[in-house]
């Protein structure tokens, strides 16, 4: 992480939330739900943060917040699972930054034949 090297996962894990929305597509394995959206959201950006830093459910528990460990144990169990069917993910942002263009609304340019690819996007031309 070269660009940003002070910038925390979590920041990054929650503003991809907030622009893309993706906890949305999370789904009980139970019959119902009953968690509040925001508490759902931020029990599965915590547990999702824990698992996949190998910090632990129990570290992101013990932050001062006002989920204990069986709350964020509960939220794993039952919304991040294996055995769950997993939909198509498609979503689009809940908002674009300022001064960036919708998906698809990029014009192409031609390349030179060397890069193996016929028309790319401005943007991609732009990564490393």
Avoid at 28 to 48: C, I, M, N, Q
Avoid at 78 to 84: H, N, P, Q, S
Avoid at 92 to 103: E, I
Wanted: net charge positive; with cysteine; aromatic share 6%.
């Amino acid at each position: 992480m070269v660009c940003w090297p002070m910038t925390n996962w979590l920041n990054m894990l929650k503003e991809t939330e907030l622009q893309v929305g993706f906890t949305d597509v999370f789904r009980t394995v139970g019959v119902r739900e009953v968690l509040h959206p925001e508490v759902l959201r931020r029990r599965l950006l915590l547990a999702l943060y824990g698992l996949g830093t190998n910090a632990g459910l129990k570290r992101m528990s013990s932050g001062g917040g006002g989920d204990s460990y069986d709350d964020l144990l509960y939220v794993r169990r039952k919304y991040i699972t294996t055995g769950a069917p997993r939909p198509k993910i498609s979503i689009k942002p809940k908002r674009l930054p300022h001064g960036s263009k919708p998906p698809g609304s990029h014009h192409t340019r031609p390349v030179p034949a060397a890069a193996g690819v016929r028309n790319v996007t401005h943007h991609q031309q732009a990564l490393p």
